[in-house]
């Protein structure tokens, strides 16, 4: 992305373009990264309704992983997560493991 | 048509701001802004005003009360004085940065400790700095004035900045002069509709504010600052001149007295002015040429305007009511300094600190500087640059 000079920007940094954090990508902020479990998912939509970010892929209502575009690795979801008898459906993991 | 009346200063500001009927009012009481905002309250308990009145538990919440309100599409007023304004430092840059117009009056007041209530311009200076735009007032009319030109400068659509409108403490804000009020529609056809730029509550058109800004774009908003500070003067030169016409009284960048011809003179801010205008008076009865100049807009500081006004002068005196402690002169005295720095020929500097924590500014005060300048004219020497007056030793 071109960055702009001084006379270009808006006065006192307001966003005036709704929804343009989308062009931000915070994805690789990570060191923590969450692991779907499938089977261990009841779809509460828990990690989707806590994610700070948005980057819980949801389709149909169901919950089917993550956008790593965006994914800073937090970890709420993984704590959120009541998983299935005892058994967690979003696990963090290590980056790069 | 002018109605004249016998008012403090607490009091005729606080009428300005009835007849302004601002949106949003978020203030917290101060000695000596108290009297001003009490006012004002009551205005808004008696309806007299459809201002939303909030009530906050510190002037930071104030500050922050009317960035919020500012940043909805309010026009947003306040008021404090020393300490209090101390307290909002952090949000007096949140708000400038956001760029936001609001009009607060400043009843300069000493800063604690030793703990001391009185007038002094320790205040506002160290707030000179915050991206505020400062205009300061010699007398309860200047207060006033400069209050309903504040709304137009801090509003105009090119500028879009917070306006502090500085009094000193008690000697202007508690002692009754006459002055003249505007009628009520000639005060609301002046300031106009407010204008909203970018407001938080336009459903329509969604914004953010006071977003992170990293090291790759924060200095692109300090120089788009810088510029706008630079198109401020032409701004409230245009304001000036349409309130002349309304009123019939005149305001520029800063008041310049008998200083044409003179050959020495000083610079002093606020009341203290006229108490020194007296004293020129008496000197140039008797054939001494002296002038003076008194800023009134002090942020930004029209350097160049104030230095072609002072370099003629062989001899000069800056009185400061504050001091710079560390740092080498008053901050009124550094920047006087600058605005002839780039001349070749320019007057003799000296610097006084007078007045701290309300310690009386009297004729005395003046005619000691006078003298000692018309000494320094003769032989060009000077003593000291710069000295305390009226302290005790």
């Known amino acids: ?97 | 048509m002018a109605k004249v009346v016998a008012v403090t200063g607490n009091e005729a500001v606080a009428n300005a701001l009835r007849q302004i009927d601002p949106d949003v009012c978020a203030a917290y009481p101060i000695t000596p802004q108290t009297d001003m905002m009490q006012r004002f309250s009551s205005f808004v308990s008696d309806g007299k005003v459809g201002t939303e009145m909030i009530l906050v538990e510190s002037e930071h919440s104030a500050m922050s009360a009317c960035i919020g309100a500012s940043a909805a599409g309010g026009r947003v007023v306040t008021a404090t004085c020393g300490p209090g304004l101390a307290l909002m430092w952090e949000m007096l840059f949140v708000a400038s940065g956001l760029r936001l117009p609001i009009v607060m009056p400043v009843v300069n007041r000493s800063l604690s400790a030793p703990l001391n209530i009185h007038g002094d311009h320790s205040d506002a200076m160290g707030a000179r700095d915050s991206g505020w735009i400062q205009l300061w007032s010699e007398n309860a009319q200047e207060a006033h004035d400069n209050t309903i030109q504040a709304f137009r400068i801090a509003e105009d659509m090119e500028i879009r900045l917070p306006v502090m409108v500085c009094l000193d403490g008690f000697i202007i804000s508690h002692s009754i002069e006459r002055i003249e009020y505007l009628e009520d529609n000639e005060v609301k056809n002046f300031v106009g509709e407010y204008k909203t730029l970018n407001p938080l509550l336009d459903l329509e058109h969604p914004v953010s504010y006071g977003p992170l800004i990293l090291p790759d774009y924060y200095m692109e908003y300090r120089r788009a600052h810088a510029e706008i500070m630079s198109k401020v003067p032409d701004v409230v030169l245009d304001v000036a001149k349409e309130f002349e016409k309304l009123s019939g009284r005149k305001y520029g960048l800063f008041e310049t007295y008998r200083l044409d011809d003179a050959e020495i003179g000083i610079v002093i801010l606020n009341s203290a002015a006229g108490t020194s205008k007296d004293v020129i008076d008496e000197f140039r009865d008797r054939g001494i040429k002296v002038g003076l100049l008194k800023p009134r807009l002090f942020r930004p500081f029209p350097y160049e305007e104030i230095g072609d006004s002072l370099r003629h002068l062989k001899a000069l005196c800056v009185l400061d009511r504050a001091d710079a402690f560390g740092g080498s002169y008053g901050p009124l005295f550094i920047d006087i300094a600058s605005s002839l720095y780039s001349f070749k020929k320019k007057p003799v500097l000296i610097n006084k600190i007078y007045g701290l924590g309300g310690r009386d500014y009297l004729p005395e005060h003046a005619e000691l500087a006078l003298n000692e300048l018309v000494e320094i004219a003769k032989t060009g020497k000077v003593k000291v640059i710069k000295e305390y007056i009226g302290v005790r030793e």
């Open chain 1, 1 to 97: 992305m071109k960055l702009k000079g001084w006379k270009e920007i808006t006065p006192g940094a307001t966003v005036t373009e709704p929804g343009s954090s989308k062009n931000f990508k915070t994805g690789s902020w990570r060191t923590l990264k969450p692991k779907f479990i499938n089977e261990n998912c009841i779809q509460c939509l828990y990690c989707w309704l806590f994610c700070p970010d948005m980057a819980v892929t949801v389709e149909n209502g169901k919950m089917t992983g993550f956008n790593f575009e965006f994914c800073k690795g937090c970890g709420i979801c993984a704590l959120e997560c009541p998983g299935k008898k005892g058994n967690k459906a979003i696990v963090m993991e290590e980056e790069g493991k």
